[in-house]
């Protein structure tokens, strides 16, 4: 995979903004891409130096579609934690 298949797309909430702060940045990856894959994606998107990463697996919700019952995918997020001083602009102009 390459790094573009891996990071999906950056999380932006109220938390993962205030995470920012601390130079964590919470991302959406593939779901079969390991912490070694995402350092490494990060690193070479961002031109950034990664300390740690945490992943964790998020179970898709129930929707009701008329009478029948579905279900959203699972997914993965990541949580990157960066070397103190280094930042990424995630929205840029803001």
């Known amino acids: 995979m390459e790094s573009t298949d891996i990071l999906l797309s ?3 909430t109220e938390k993962s903004t205030i995470m920012g702060e601390d130079a964590k940045y919470v991302f959406r990856v593939h779901t079969q891409a390991n912490k070694v894959q995402i350092r490494a994606a990060v690193e070479d ?3 950034v130096n990664v300390d740690k990463v945490n992943i964790s697996k998020v179970k898709g919700k129930s ?6 019952v579905g279900r959203k ?6 949580v990157v934690t960066l070397r103190a001083g280094e ?3 995630l929205v840029p102009g803001v």
Do not use: N
């Open 73 to 78: 995918p699972d997914w993965k997020k990541a």
């Open 87 to 89: 930042t990424i602009d």
């Open 10 to 12: 950056p999380i932006i």
């Open 63 to 68: 929707r009701r579609f008329g009478r029948s």
């Open 45 to 47: 998107l961002f031109d």
